[in-house]
């Protein structure tokens, strides 16, 4: 996001599809997040294995953003789940309107929640609603546990966060520190529910698998 | 970076800067790379480990690129090298303004290359030019082989992959395929150089320190 001053105006247009949707999936009863983090931090590997593990339990649609490319839908339609892959062409961020071609596209009377992968990018997309019940920032042991202080605003404005990779903490291969993150995250934003994960592992899922169910049966 | 009608304006501007910092480096006669990559892929640790690794042989000056704290700047410092932290507050990208500044506050007659790193994020930077000599794209192998085919725009544009965290290869404990992003990066842009480095073990950092010191010659 450049700093310009058409900005607001910008925002605006933004916020009006963010509302359209809102409505939209509060019309239907269907839950929908927004998850945001850094490329190859493992949104889409998760979203597969989410998908799998609780295949007849919870009926998950999704809308993948990506700058190209349709190998995550593509990853996403593997694991017998819809997808919508939406292409922003150069853009950093999903937009609201993106985003309501994607909720038009998906048999939304055929899911129980809608989740959106952001393009990938721990920056831009915070400062764009998409009209979702809540962001979940994904961050991968690999980055480092310094990413909650350089990059503030997404861990102020998530609901969960999703701490994943915890397979490489074993045998001391990369330098992250969970309890600094965990202490970071909460200072920044008290309400975070934090999971550590392994979606290469499954270490870890239940208690994410328990929490979307939760969202499900609070909106249905 | 949104897509807005203002962009074209923005990064004239930004160009105006950029041709005074490349002019200003001409001068001098000091090589200038911009790093850029996701958040957490090891720039940091790289310039750290290259400064250390080059003591008494290249001089080395680092601008840091961050959103918010001067965690990076610390780093480099504690390596014995001078660097100028930029906080961008908020903005996702540094521009040539705050390229100029810290240029202008670093004590470049007595360095031999200065080295720019960017704020994480492997969109935005790649469409702001900072009057810099070239570009090196930093992927970390955990971020998964189908980032240059997923990102493509910065991969086209830079002089130097480096491909970092290859230590995290052995006991295949991620899936990454080296040959893959190779092909992938020199289909986008056939002249990169890609380097595999660790950061962490020093495996592979000579090539990287060869480059460097050849750039150094070609300008002193």
Redo the contacts between chains.
Sequence with gaps: ???????KK?LSANEAYAQKNSQLLAQQGKPCFNLIS????GKTTILVRTITDLAGALRLGVIEG????D?DAQRIRAAHAPAVQINTE????LSATQVHRGLTELPLDQLDIVLIEN??????PSAFELGEDGKIVVL?V???D??P?????IFAKSKVLLVN?I??LQGG??DFDLEHVRSEARRLNPGIEIFPVSARTGAGMQNWYDWLVAQARRSG
């Design positions: 996001m450049t700093k310009v001053d058409v900005g910008v850094s490329p190859g931090s990506d700058i190209q490319t190998i150069g853009a950093c961020h393009v990938g990018n721990l920056v831009c991968s690999a980055e480092g310094d990413k202080a350089k990059y503030p605003a990779k397979d490489l291969l990369v």
